[in-house]
């Protein structure tokens, strides 16, 4: 029989998605499940963007430039000059996506064989992204119990190699929700310049940022343009997850010219989704207001109730729509599964990711869970309840 290939076999499942399947079992007995596992906003998508779909006038549903359209990236560069970004339309390349907007630049950066050096917990598709491109991952830890702050310089210093390439980060952090400050961006810039180093900025959260707190990019330091590349999506912002549009910034010509092959390659983004996006530029500030003040009650709501659980630890994050929090369990896969196979509270409960798939070391995050702040207050409310009933019955508990 053929055999599939080794890379495909390395892929790592996904720790947000591989319950589903006991999920979808859980449905069928009847039972309601309080989904914190995945963020998929339920805030409405801006009504200027759904608009522009439905006033859609074109004869042909055409191919667009693999760069993105002029009309787009004009547009788009708008919005971060908006958002003190000396960006303009040429230092865009639209993408399908965030996701290929980080494989393209992880493809463009960095060759195969060579390493990059990521915070952890992080995004889990990293991983994925990485073994899609033979890039190895050097993991660097940071600590739920300083909040998952950005680890001391000297410790990227010790994994640096010659076959460093870059440095990625998320910021506001996904799936911690750590808002990183200026000064631990210039950390990061020094030592790349130092070393030669690209350092890959996913923004996919940019929007999220609460308690009045500042957010920098690596965009905004200053001597950092041809090192610096920025990630960034549209599925967060306007809650339009379905669009499959992001994008790359990058002053570094070379770096546009090369990630713009891999786009020809791959053809182009979608036509219509640039359409709605173009359109959501003028969203205006009201949104955002409203949204930030409803995901600041919610994460309030989610942070206060899980530290209000025996046993239970979690930071409080500046931003995105995630927390990491400790429970006393022995496993987070085994506890997530079992809440789902076996548990319901009054015909309810509560779906979670494991925190084990957002670390590449080993044997990290066995007690940890990310959960998305993506549902209402009253829903988060029911979902502690039924999380503190499910710690209270499961046999692995370790208090």
């Not at 990290?364 to 019955?393: H, P």
Request: proline share 6%; with cysteine.
């Amino acid at each position: 029989m053929p055999q599939v290939s080794k890379k495909g076999l390395s892929m790592p499942a996904s720790p947000i998605r591989k319950l589903t399947p006991f999920a979808n079992q859980a449905v069928e007995k009847g039972i309601k499940i309080y989904h914190l596992n995945i963020g998929q906003p339920d805030i409405e998508t801006p009504e200027i963007m759904l608009n522009a779909i439905k006033n859609i006038d074109f004869n042909v549903w055409a191919y667009s430039p693999s760069e993105g359209t002029a009309s787009y990236r004009k547009k788009l560069a708008e919005y971060y000059k908006r958002n003190n970004y000396d960006i303009d339309a040429d230092n865009i390349l639209v993408t399908n996506g965030g996701s290929e907007a980080i494989t393209i630049a992880m493809q463009t950066c960095i060759n195969a064989g060579d390493e990059v050096i990521i915070p952890e917990p992080f995004y889990a598709n990293y991983n994925g992204f990485a073994c899609s491109a033979g890039v190895t991952v050097k993991p660097i830890v940071s600590n739920i119990n300083d909040g998952f702050a950005l680890p001391e310089i000297e410790e990227f210093e010790k994994l640096i190699t010659p076959k460093t390439k870059a440095i990625i980060i998320c910021n506001p952090n996904n799936p911690t929700g750590y808002l990183y400050s200026r000064e631990e961006l210039e950390a990061l810039k020094g030592i790349c310049l130092k070393h030669d180093l690209f350092l890959l900025c996913d923004e996919a959260y940019r929007e999220f940022c609460y308690d009045g707190n500042e957010f920098i990019s690596p965009m905004h330091l200053e001597g950092f343009d041809q090192h610096a590349i920025v990630l960034d999506t549209v599925s967060k912002r306007y809650s339009a997850c379905g669009a499959r549009l992001g994008c790359i910034l990058t002053k570094n010509k070379e770096v546009y010219n090369v990630a713009l092959k891999f786009a020809q390659a791959r053809l182009s983004p979608p036509t219509v989704a640039q359409i709605a996006a173009t359109a959501a530029v003028d969203t205006p500030q009201e949104y955002f207001d409203g949204i930030k003040e409803e995901y600041t009650a919610r994460r309030n709501t989610l942070v206060n109730g899980l530290n209000n659980v025996p046993g239970v630890f979690c930071p409080n994050p500046k931003g995105a729509f995630y927390v990491v929090a400790k429970l006393p369990v022995d496993d987070s896969d085994k506890f997530c599964q079992w809440m789902l196979e076996e548990f319901s509270f009054e015909g309810q409960t509560v779906m979670m990711a494991p925190a084990t798939g957002f670390y590449s070391s080993e044997g990290l995050g066995k007690q940890e869970v990310r959960m998305a702040y993506v549902l209402k207050e009253d829903d988060l409310k029911t979902a502690l309840i039924c999380l503190e009933k499910g710690l209270k019955e499961y046999p692995g508990r370790t208090l």
